[in-house]
């Protein structure tokens, strides 16, 4: 199985200010297709996840476009260019490469 | 708009069974993937399996494959989470979700709210 790791766990960030989740696969999440099927999720306080960010850059419907994903190969990044108070909750990157498909551990995103 | 609404969770003795239902709607059931996805008490999410559009399936691991059956009833679209020989470690809130293959890409584009499913004695 794809094991994915993110970090921080936790990130306590100023409102305004911008936060970053770092999110490595144990291996390429490279598809034989070409692309990468790795995708960004947010669960805030008491909701089920909301997809932010889908095939490692492209916002999902709605997805205000503060919210950005990067990265290539292993290693993955979740960017909130200017964090507001709704964006608190906890992050989710997930590869859907190769089934399992498999989830990051979570980083909480709250306000200092 | 795309609703799931999830039903059939409760409280089950070790070695039980629970027959987990997603009723879908805003639309067209048929042709999207589907998926069960389940997150224990204060822990991350863990997908648990999927169901093409051809009633092929995958699930996560032998634990898994073993115990829990995916289906659906596209007539009633509706999909079904079968477990049996429920375990603690299997006490979570279990989610139905969309399979964004048909929109968008793999990934997971819809989520319902969940229904807990608590093992205990």
């Known amino acids: 199985d794809i094991v994915m790791t993110q970090t921080p766990l936790s990130s306590p960030v100023t409102l305004g200010q911008p936060a970053s989740i770092s999110c490595r696969s144990s291996?390429?999440?490279?598809?034989?297709?070409?692309?990468?099927?790795l995708s960004w999720l947010q669960q805030r306080p008491g909701q089920p996840p909301r997809l932010l960010i889908y095939?490692?850059?492209n916002r999902f419907s709605g997805v205000p476009d503060r919210f950005s994903g990067s990265g290539a190969g292993t290693d993955f990044t979740l960017k909130i260019s200017r964090v507001e108070a709704e964006d608190v909750g906890v992050y989710y990157c997930m590869q859907a490469t190769q089934f399992p498909w498999t989830f990051g551990q979570g980083t909480k995103v709250e306000i200092k | 708009q795309v609703q799931l609404v999830e039903s059939g969770g409760g409280v089950v003795q070790p070695g039980g069974s629970l027959r987990l239902s997603c009723a879908a709607s805003?639309?067209?059931?048929?042709?999207?993937?589907m998926h069960w996805v389940r997150q224990a008490p204060g822990k991350g999410l863990e997908w648990v399996a999927i169901?093409?559009?051809?009633?092929?399936?995958?699930y996560n691991g032998d634990s898994m494959k073993g115990r829990f059956t995916i289906s659906r009833d596209n007539s009633r679209n509706t999909l079904h989470l079968q477990m049996n020989t429920l375990r603690t470690e299997d006490t979570a809130l279990y989610y139905c979700?969309?399979?964004?293959?048909?929109?968008?890409?793999?990934?997971?584009?819809?989520w319902g709210q969940g229904t807990l499913v608590t093992v205990s004695s």
């Open positions: 805003g639309f067209t059931f048929s042709t999207y993937n």
């Open positions: 169901i093409n559009t051809d009633g092929d399936v995958e």
């Open positions: 979700v969309r399979d964004g293959t048909s929109t968008v890409t793999y990934t997971l584009d819809y």
């Open positions: 095939k490692l850059s």
């Open positions: 291996q390429s999440l490279v598809h034989s297709d070409g692309n990468t099927y």
